[in-house]
T-cell receptor, first 116, second 120 residues
Framework: GENVEQHPSTLSVQEGDSAVIKCTYSDSASNYFPWYKQELGKRPQLIIDIRSNVGEKKDQRIAVTLNKTAKHFSLHITETQPEDSAVYFCAARNNAGGTSYGKLTFGQGTILTVHP | GAGVSQSPSNKVTEKGKDVELRCDPISGHTALYWYRQSLGQGLEFLIYFQGNSAPDKSGLPSDRFSAERTGGSVSTLTIQRTQQEDSAVYLC??????????????????FGSGTQLSVL
């Protein structure tokens, strides 16, 4: 099945700096890659996603890049703010058949801390 | 409903008791997941239902854990003979399995607010 590795597990930056979180996936058939943000005590919320036919997608201060050949994708947050502090999860959606069809596999999570 | 609904929001039980956690997915969503999250930890996959196909149960940690999805909608996660290490937040999530070009919103995964389970 799909395996998603996420790095780093923790990331600490100063307000205004950029933050980059990287994920790799194992199944070349995966075709959808969302990122979730989970604030303390809350449910994970989708913040951005990318499909396999696109190399990059931006939404204000957040961008995601995808390298299908290398099977890795990254989340970039620019001009970080204290409210960006949260746990971020990447995921990959399986496109193969069987019981795992359409299944999203999550990375281990990255704890991002933005210091004022 | 407007989102994924889970009940109860909090459950305190004694070691050895059975518990049932309920998830009401977004109407029309054919895919449903259960995850477990311990304090400060990641999302531990438990089980995945998609349509009428056999579920992916590869994440269930022991035979004390089971889940059903009746009528392709509501799901119940049952934990038998609870242990203290079962204490965690249990999250349910649902999505559509329509092809990706069938609409941006439909393929997205939405989480419920979770059930905080405490086993004393």
């Amino acid at each position: 099945g799909e395996n998603v590795e996420q790095h780093p597990s923790t990331l600490s930056v100063q307000e205004g700096d950029s933050a980059v979180i990287k994920c790799t996936y194992s199944d070349s058939a995966s075709n959808y890659f969302p990122w979730y943000k989970q604030e303390l005590g809350k449910r994970p919320q989708l913040i951005i996603d990318i499909r396999s036919n696109v190399g990059e997608k931006k939404d204000q201060r957040i961008a995601v890049t995808l390298n299908k050949t290398a099977k890795h994708f990254s989340l970039h947050i620019t001009e970080t703010q204290p409210e960006d502090s949260a746990v971020y999860f990447c995921a990959a959606r399986n496109n193969a058949g069987g019981t795992s069809y359409g299944k999203l596999t999550f990375g281990q999570g990255t704890i991002l801390t933005v210091h004022p | 409903g407007a989102g994924v609904s889970q009940s109860p929001s909090n459950k305190v039980t004694e070691k050895g008791k059975d518990v049932e956690l309920r998830c009401d997915p977004i109407s029309g969503h054919t895919a449903l997941y259960w995850y477990r999250q311990s304090l400060g930890q990641g999302l531990e996959f438990l089980i995945y239902f998609q349509g009428n196909s056999a579920p992916d149960k590869s994440g269930l940690p022991s035979d004390r854990f089971s889940a059903e999805r009746t009528g392709g909608s509501v799901s119940t996660l049952t934990i038998q003979r609870t242990q203290q290490e079962d204490s965690a937040v249990y999250l349910c999530a649902s999505s559509s399995l329509l092809p990706l070009n069938s609409g941006e919103e439909r393929k997205k995964l939405f989480f419920g607010s979770g059930t905080q389970l405490s086993v004393l």
